[in-house]
């Protein structure tokens, strides 16, 4: 089973780093639930419960996230199905406790849910750094080292390319700004 978690870690990877090259919301949360369907497998595969919870909430948010932002579904509702993945992910993180670091899935995920809801892309994309970040430690802890390499790739990724666009963003604003004058 920790070979074929390692394969799902791969795949989750190749996914997830296509996140932070996207300009479109929409495939964004396509490309994260694909994403995260491998994650969940690979949490499933080395039996981490609370990361395969946490997980599995957030293929649900993530599936539902990508149908809201194609068909514009009012945020209320949006809000609402966070709150409830949230509440769920909470009890269940309670109930299969390991240690911890069994904390840190939620951690990150409710880093996500936090900041889904702006409109600068790159206001998401930090949201996704820090569930990446939480995502590496928590890989480390449970000894998942191929896993834990793997998404130190993705979050140096993740970084390099997030600077990059708040350089962009920055130096689009100053030039607008500077037309206005």
């Known amino acids: 089973m920790y ?3 390692q394969v799902f870690m791969t795949l989750n990877i190749l996914f997830f780093i296509a996140c932070f090259f996207t300009k479109n919301k929409t495939i964004l949360f396509l490309l994260q639930a694909i994403s995260s369907l491998f994650f969940t497998l690979q949490y499933l595969c080395l039996g981490a419960w609370p990361g395969f919870y946490s997980a599995v909430a957030e293929l649900v948010r993530v599936i539902m996230f990508f149908f809201f ?25 309670i109930v299969y406790w390991e240690a911890w670091y069994s904390i840190l899935p939620l951690i990150g995920m409710t880093a996500i849910y936090l900041t889904l809801y ?23 802890l449970l000894q998942s080292y191929y896993s834990f390499a793997l998404e130190l790739i993705n979050l140096v990724i993740g970084v390099v390319v997030l600077i990059k ?16 004058n």
Do not use: D
């Open 165 to 180: 666009e708040i350089v962009s963003y920055n130096k689009n604003k100053k030039v607008n700004s500077n037309n206005k």
């Open 69 to 93: 932002a194609k068909y514009n579904v009012k945020q209320r509702f949006q809000i609402i199905t966070c709150a409830v993945a949230f509440v769920a992910t909470l009890i269940l993180t």
């Open 3 to 5: 070979i074929l978690a």
């Open 118 to 140: 702006s409109k600068k892309l790159y206001i998401v994309k930090i949201g996704l750094l820090i569930t990446v970040t939480c995502s590496t430690i928590y890989l480390l």
